[in-house]
């Protein structure tokens, strides 16, 4: 519609109403430009696209419950008695954050609910946010021009961890105190301001009056706050990069192939939504979770055996459960390496997942942008590493369940410390090497695809008496779909004297660089793929089955 | 033999019982006629004591000695008291297999609870220990399960986790799970401290304090403890919740999604 | 180091051969892009009844979504908060908190497979491509945004006018320390207080189950007894404060069995009064075990052998649990002989 008809309709008051409001909309906040750009935006359907909205929604549900929840949550750590519904509790002291919390599960209608729904839908967000995370790691989809993105989500991952520790530490309930405790320990372990930062953020000595009320400004305010401003920008950057899509037929670096977000990407990605919420809300009817009436009020003279963190703070638990009992005395100081160390390699261990993305461009020098993804095999040593973090991470797990483990497998305690000591060190690197070969394995099964067909499972028999199983030659987009992707050849140190005869200096930086770039190129690290050549020797060599 | 359980089935057989019962009650009374109590008493409670004895040469006397007094295989169990002998082989710990793991297990009780009163009162007659207690001490009249679960939390939970689980302690050792335990059992585990767990005499944890976590664990991991917000996934807390949270929660939206992105099913070419 | 100095022959030749310049089977190339794949109607596409057949089914789900909204709405108004309903395999829970659920869970799962479906059947399905562009701005852009800058930079003098530079960013350095001093009252400075408990000299081991003071005579061997200091009352003010380092863990052993001189001089009797709280982190530790003397923490499993002067055997713990000095006192009770000669509690920077 031209622009001089919208006004001609607009004079006559014949636009119906919904464009009308548009146009109002439009003549303030430009509207139409964005929904240019975007209405008709092109998503591709894969499933594990859809990961990043499983965080997304269930960081929506998070905030609608948690509003929800500070409603009738008290932040306040003055100790009161329990009169409530609960009888087991009865007349026991307890602090009014903790009674709030067993009145919203027992006398708020429905509170029970929400509270379950927040709870689920934290420990889903977080395992979403770091399915996601692999899904972008093992394709590749952190390369330019994402990486940015790949470090707001990152640092959403890493902020979620937080709000939730913050979060279930609130009811002040045994267990989380406990949790509490620990994390004052862990302050107490840094050398110099320790103490001090230990008695500001708790007001005076452990456990004071203050932490909760602390917490709570920091669970509701302040982290969601920075994660909701990160959704939104990593949100518009997913927009303004498009998604990128794995390699297939008519699918290039150039464009992006899928369904319009109107009306296709609006029903699927709002319904996906409700489904979330719906499963989430069902989950919460039929398994409870963290329930502090049976676990009872904070003390800090009491505790309960198999006292662990939520399921994300999992690993820096086994951390501190497997570390050596190292303390260093001198000069009327104390350095609790016991302590201090682990919550050294906690960020540690983030961060090297978190910059991998620099140094692989480092590595292979490549600047160019990339839009189609790499199959995990295609990539073995970006896909090795990353099977060596997580396996890492879940080494450390098993570490912070030792105690359930022990108990439930029958096993000692102390064994399994032991063998979560040794796995740290060599369970990543066995794991690096063996998915190294797995996916060098792929990649020669790929080749074979490409220069001999599919087996069909069909045996023929010759007419020498032979039997041979049938092989079906691939069809043309399956062709182009595994050989599409690149094959970079490693780095070369450049000759030793350059033009003049003057012997180059080559840098430490450099030599290593060549170094791993041969570790991600070299001929341990990829299979030729089939070239057009030996596909025609074959086929015509051949001839038809 | 034969013909007495023969006999047993005879149509009479119900009235010849009674009969010899009602003679029994009145001989009984008769005997123990409270004139005579003192004495009576003691003459049954030393055949009682002779049973118990003989029961103890047959099934603990390799291990623990022919007088008690222990082995290399088996602690002294003089002193030890009724309720240690009625708890551990009730549940079935006594007699443990000659080589067990790093703790007796608890496991089907072999002996009847006759035999156990005689093999308690054997061992109670080697050294004075704590008695057997009465329903009065551990039953549910008079008990604060409140007090009990701030008693259970700062005593028990340490070991045998918030709702009595259980849990892990050194070396392959464990708090066993306190689901289905008696209240008897328990108030006598309390009492004697079996193995490596610790006693809790009268004179620390009153007999009011007992009953009272008793009280709370049937509160708390009776049969019919309610879990408002539905499976407690054996109450072990969160690392139970996260591997639900995984394999339910984000198990069912990944499938959710899987579907929302598959391609629709085409029409098939005619 | 730049990169910019990667040979361009290392990297793979550009891959994208521009869509749609290969949509024919290239007899050159088998390898070559065939382009998009013509695109296949579906069922609902072709067939009406079938389409028709998707309409409804996605008219139902929203209804049922609808019909669980009310029942929601029903639950909430007709069912006691109270009430428990046995339901298997779950078990014995709250009616109210799965009914909601379940029809909220209905409500919502309704209403996105309902969108889902629609989607999927009913929408156009024809695959569209979108064009790329690079996100780096053109030669001639960067260019003017270039010159752009350097003009601006010029007019605001910043570069040569050095002092009003330097003083700008003193200022801007500065000020954030406003905000850093303003932390200082979030808790008072932690002096000496790490350093002591409620316990002191004569002070009475009062039971934590009795509330009542401990005898010897209380304390059998391979008993396990907690205790607090005298005068430190549940409903005090400060009282979590208090016990989480006064918190004593009371244990008798045969005094022959006790290895650590010192531990047996400091006990009475064999009862020995260990700290309560871990040395690790501050989990109090109390599983004991009474056979082994070993006491583990539930929390990092650090173990410490109380026989032998409560030292780490395992874990992560970095110290021994600090033992109490304990005797009689005229009237017969346990009393502290004084405070513990150590700070309580994870070890801090200070502890020395």
Known sequence: MSTTTSTDSRARGKAPAGERVADWADGRLGIYSLAKANMRKIFPDHWSFMLGEICLYSFIIIILTGVYLTLFFHPSMNEVEYHGSYVPLQGQLMSEAYKSTLDISFDVRGGLLIRQIHHWAALVFLAGMFVHMMRVFFTGAFRKPREINWLFGFLLFVLGMFTGFTGYSLPDDLLSGTGIRFMEGAILSVPIVGTYISFFLFGGEFPGDDFVARFFSIHVLLLPGIMLGLVVAHLILVFYHKHTQFAGPGKTNKNVVGMPLLPVYMAKAGGFFFLVFGVLAAVSAIATINPIWSIGPYRPDMVSTGAQPDWYMGFSEGLIRVMPGWEINFWGHTLVLGVFIPLLIFPLVLVAIAVYPFIESWVTGDKREHHILDRPRNAPTRTAFGVAWITLYFVLLVGGGNDIWATHFHLSINAITWFVRVAFFVAPVVAFIVTKRICLGLQRRDKEKVLHGRESGIIKRLPHGEFIEVHEPLSQEQLYTLTAHEQPKPLELGPEVDENGVRRKVKAGEKLRVKLSKGFYGEESQIPKPTVEEYKEITSGHGHH | MKKLSARRRHPLAALVVLLLALACTGGLYAVFAPADKAQADETAQSLTIEEGKKLYTVGCASCHGTGGQGTSDGPSLVGVGAAAVDFQVATGRMPAATSQGAQVPRKKNIYSQAEIDQLAAYIASLGAGPAVPTEEQYGPEGADAAKGGELFRNNCAQCHNFTGKGGALTHGKYAPSLEGVTPKHIYEAMLTGPQNMPSFPDSTLSEQNKKDIIAYLDAVNGEDTESPGGLSLGGLGPVSEGLFAWVFGLGALIAVAVWVAARTAKAKKS | ?352
């Open chain 3, 1 to 352: 180091m730049s990169s910019q100095d990667i040979p361009e022959e290392n990297l793979p030749a550009a891959q994208d051969t521009s869509h749609g310049a290969v949509k024919l089977a290239d007899e050159q190339n088998p390898f070559a892009d065939p382009g998009l794949p013509p695109h296949e109607p579906r069922v609902q596409d072709i067939d009406e009844r079938a389409a028709k057949r998707s309409e409804r089914t996605v008219a139902l789900l929203f209804t049922v979504s609808m019909l669980a909204t009310i029942g929601f709405i029903a639950s909430y108004v007709t069912i006691p908060v109270d009430k428990a309903v046995y339901i298997w395999p779950i078990g014995h829970i709250s009616a109210l908190n799965f009914a909601l659920g379940m029809t909220l869970g209905l409500a919502l799962f309704c209403i996105g497979a309902g969108a889902v479906h629609w989607a999927r059947t009913l929408m156009s399905d024809h695959e569209l491509a979108d064009e790329r562009h690079p996100i780096e701005a053109s030669p001639e852009v960067r260019a003017k945004v270039m010159d752009d800058f350097r003009q601006g930079a010029k007019e605001s003098v910043l570069g040569r006018r050095k002092l009003i530079r330097n003083t700008m960013f003193g200022a801007l350095a500065l000020f954030p320390l406003s905000g850093v001093v303003l932390l200082r009252d979030l808790g008072p400075l932690p002096g000496t207080k790490l350093r002591h408990t409620l316990w002191s000299k004569g002070k009475l081991l009062v039971n934590m189950n009795t509330n009542e003071p401990l005898r010897p005579s209380d304390l059998i061997v391979g008993s396990l007894t907690f205790a607090k200091p005298e005068g430190l009352e549940e409903h005090d003010h400060g009282f979590q404060t208090e016990i989480a380092k006064a918190a004593l863990m009371l244990v008798r052993i045969q005094p022959d069995d006790i290895k650590d001189k010192r531990s047996l001089e400091w006990s009475h009797e064999g009862i020995l009064a260990y700290s309560k709280i871990c040395t690790h982190v501050g989990c109090p530790i109390s599983l004991y075990e009474q056979q082994t003397h070993h006491a583990l923490c539930p929390c990092h499993q650090s173990t410490f052998d109380l026989s032998d002067g409560a030292k780490v055997i395992f874990g992560p713990a970095g110290h021994a649990l600090p033992q109490l000095r304990i005797g009689v006192n005229d009237e017969g009770y346990l009393e502290a002989l004084g405070d513990f000669d150590e700070p309580v509690g994870p070890a801090f920077w200070e502890r020395g």
